[in-house]
């Protein structure tokens, strides 16, 4: 597609349920990001895909969280056992490559709220 | 460790007056600099960025910004705001030579009346 595209745009979910949220980069993009925005706060980092090589998972807030990448294509956000503290919008980048100073595109995000 | 800092969360500005969004930054390290807009019900999106050369970078819808390494500022600026600036804008840093990592500051609300 011509963007980064997220899914579901909006999930709303009982508290300790396991969601997926699913991210499909822009096609050839090599690097993908997954950062999490709560209301009135700027974004965090939770991890960072590139290539082949091991992510960096330094940003996950918990083990609660975790993500995975097939390759260079689609990426899934799981957060097992959900809290209400976990409400936020969840917001998925890519770029061509892993190198600073890239430009780094963003999907639309995907609205969770843990209720 | 970076950290960014956008001193005001919200700006009500009129239209056509100027505005200016601060940004001030903390690293050890050398970093590239780059403000993103969020429009109402979209995505972010790249505004501008610094990574080297001249100090002043302009986007191509009026804004610029300055890169000031001795305050560690990159605050951004529009000399004449129009209603559909209206937007929240972040400021973000990455290291140089580092991954994109982007650290980003809170968010700067700003709101154009007429």
């Known amino acids: 597609g011509a963007g980064v595209s997220q899914s579901p745009s909006n999930k709303v979910t009982e508290k300790g349920k396991d969601v997926e949220l699913r991210c499909d980069p822009i096609s050839g993009h090599t690097a993908l990001y997954w950062y999490r925005q709560r209301l009135g706060q700027g974004l965090e980092f939770l991890i960072y895909?590139?290539?082949?090589?091991?992510?960096?998972k330094s940003g996950l807030p918990s083990d609660r969280f975790s993500a995975e990448r097939t390759g260079e294509s689609v990426s899934t956000l799981t957060i097992q056992r959900t809290q209400q503290e976990d409400s936020a919008v969840y917001l998925c980048?890519?770029?061509?490559?892993?190198?600073?100073?890239?430009?780094?595109?963003f999907g639309e995000g995907s609205w969770l709220t843990v209720v | 460790a970076q950290s960014v800092t956008q001193l005001d969360s919200q700006v009500p500005v009129f239209e056509e007056a100027p505005v200016e969004l601060r940004c001030n930054y903390s690293?050890?390290?050398?970093?590239?600099l780059f403000w993103y807009v969020q429009y109402p019900n979209q995505g972010l999106q790249l505004l501008l960025k610094?990574?080297?050369?001249?100090?002043l970078v302009e986007s191509i819808n009026g804004f610029e910004a300055e890169f000031n390494k001795s305050q560690t500022s990159f605050h951004l600026r529009k000399p004449s705001v129009h209603i559909s600036d209206t937007a929240e804008y972040f400021c973000?840093?990455?290291?140089?030579?580092?991954?994109?990592?982007?650290?980003f500051g809170k968010g700067t609300k700003l709101t154009v009346n007429p």
């Open positions: 690293s050890s390290v050398s970093v590239y």
């Open positions: 895909f590139q290539g082949n090589s091991a992510p960096d």
């Open positions: 973000a840093v990455s290291v140089k030579g580092g991954s994109e990592k982007l650290v």
């Open positions: 610094y990574l080297s050369g001249s100090t």
């Open positions: 980048a890519s770029s061509r490559r892993g190198n600073s100073g890239n430009t780094i595109y």
